[in-house]
């Protein structure tokens, strides 16, 4: 089992910055790849970024040059920043890790992101 917990979310104006934090704790040896995820009210959960295990990365096209992830394995720690803050990037920014075995695919709770002025 593997626990996440996020953090760093808030109310910020448009422009400014946040930085996302995801504390993972628990069997981390059989995680593959970490991300964060995103869901605007009344919309789908949707990819914003993920990492694997060897450092690949991926940005959802709306937040690249904007939003950057990373990882601390040894810390067992992922991080989302996020510039140029937009009202559209207002949404509750979800935690979630796998491992190649389908069975291990963890989320964490959640954290409120509101961008507005």
């Known amino acids: 089992q593997v626990q996440l917990v996020e953090s760093g979310g808030g109310l910020v104006q448009p422009g400014g910055s946040l930085r996302l934090s995801c504390a993972a704790s628990?069997?981390?040896?059989?995680?593959?790849?970490m991300g964060w995820y995103r869901q605007a009210p009344g919309k789908q959960r949707v990819l914003v970024a993920s990492i694997k295990e060897v450092g690949r990365t991926n940005h959802a096209d709306s937040v690249k040059g904007r939003f950057a992830i990373s990882r601390d394995n040894a810390k067992n720690m992922m991080y989302l920043q996020m510039n140029s803050l937009k009202p559209e990037d207002t949404a509750v920014y979800y935690c979630?890790?796998?491992?190649?075995?389908?069975?291990?695919?963890?989320w964490g709770q959640g954290t409120q992101v509101t961008v507005s002025s």
């Open positions: 628990g069997s981390m040896s059989s995680i593959y790849g």
């Open positions: 979630h890790a796998w491992g190649r075995d389908p069975t291990h695919d963890y």
